[in-house]
């Protein structure tokens, strides 16, 4: 029987995995990096990512005797989420499916049944962007790509419009250590050039207070000064520094997924929690889609 870390590398791309990759609890590449990112505020008022910096530091307290973390990446469509009057959200945001966090938990509990069948009694768990976990340097640790200068895991042959998932497990899985993946940046400086607010103020720095990601998502505040000029006509995320990576495929495709932004506007919370209440959008709610919305409409 093959062993355990490609039958695992094998079922993950038979669910839908781009990559996997495997490395042991150590501390994560870039952990003073992101240190100094937060003591510069560059975190705006997203007060959770300066907390539990020793989980941060210290993968293996995840999951008490953690032995091995293999990391995920899964596919978003390349395809722009469109409203029938042309306005979007960021490609992420998949508004037409279940949000990604349930979906990536899904496949995950599918490769821990695998672990769990040949490591009885092993524990596992599965992280989806939410515990305080260095996902992209435990990314980088297992060989899956190298960080572009917009701060984005690179896959190298497909780009930067994936998920990505961690499983961390008791099992002491055996597996080759891949080696780093050179940085293929280069002199490019399309992704700075194209973020419409300078949050991308230098190579590997954002300056989230300005991000139209946070902005339009995490940010409970309204969207003041030029920030509405400056949205185009996408009302939640922005892909505007991925459109722009010579990585990904061609930027100007779309799909019509959303009804009118007038409909949108109209929508009372019982149709809004029926209709989106399971995906990526009710992370920002329907008040605040809303205000987006108008601000959008404001700016153009």
């Not at 992420?92 to 979906?103: G, I, L, Q, S, V």
């Not at 305080?132 to 572009?148: K, N, Q, W, Y």
């Not at 917009?150 to 099992?171: D, K, R, V």
Request: hydrophobic content about 40%; some cysteine; proline content about 6%.
């Amino acid at each position: 029987m093959p062993a355990l870390d490609v039958l695992i590398a094998e079922k993950a791309k038979s669910l839908g995995s781009l990559a996997v990759g495997f490395s042991r609890p150590a501390r994560p590449l870039h952990f003073d990096r992101f240190k100094a990112w937060l003591a510069e505020g560059k975190n705006a008022d997203m007060a959770w990512l300066a907390s539990n910096l020793e989980v941060r530091e210290d993968p293996s307290r995840i999951l008490p005797n953690c032995r091995t973390i293999i990391s995920l990446a899964y596919p978003y469509s390349s395809l722009k989420p469109e409203t029938k009057d042309g306005f979007s959200t960021a490609r992420y945001a998949a508004p037409a499916k279940e949000d990604y966090h349930a979906r990536l938990r899904s496949l995950g509990r599918e490769l821990i049944s695998l672990i769990q069948e040949r490591h009885p009694g092993s524990k596992s768990r599965v992280c989806v962007d939410t515990a305080p976990v260095m996902e992209t340097s435990l990314a980088i640790a297992a060989g899956l790509g190298f960080i572009g200068k917009n701060n984005l895991l690179i896959l190298p042959g497909f780009g930067s419009y994936h998920y990505l998932a961690e499983i961390f497990t008791t099992a002491a899985i055996p597996f080759d250590r891949p080696e780093p993946l050179a940085n293929q940046c280069g002199l490019c400086s399309l992704c700075l050039d194209a973020c419409p607010t300078g949050a991308l103020e230098s190579p590997y720095v954002l300056n989230a207070a300005r991000c139209l990601s946070y902005l339009t998502v995490e940010h409970k505040g309204s969207l003041a000064g030029d920030i509405p000029g400056r949205m185009g006509r996408c009302f939640f995320g922005c892909d505007r520094c991925q459109e722009a990576c010579p990585f990904n495929e061609e930027a100007g495709r779309s799909e019509m997924v959303l009804s009118s932004t007038d409909e949108l506007l109209t929508m009372e919370d019982g149709a809004f929690q029926t209709r989106f209440g399971k995906t990526a959008l009710a992370r920002a709610g329907l008040d605040k889609l809303k205000a987006n919305i108008r601000a959008a409409r404001k700016g153009r």
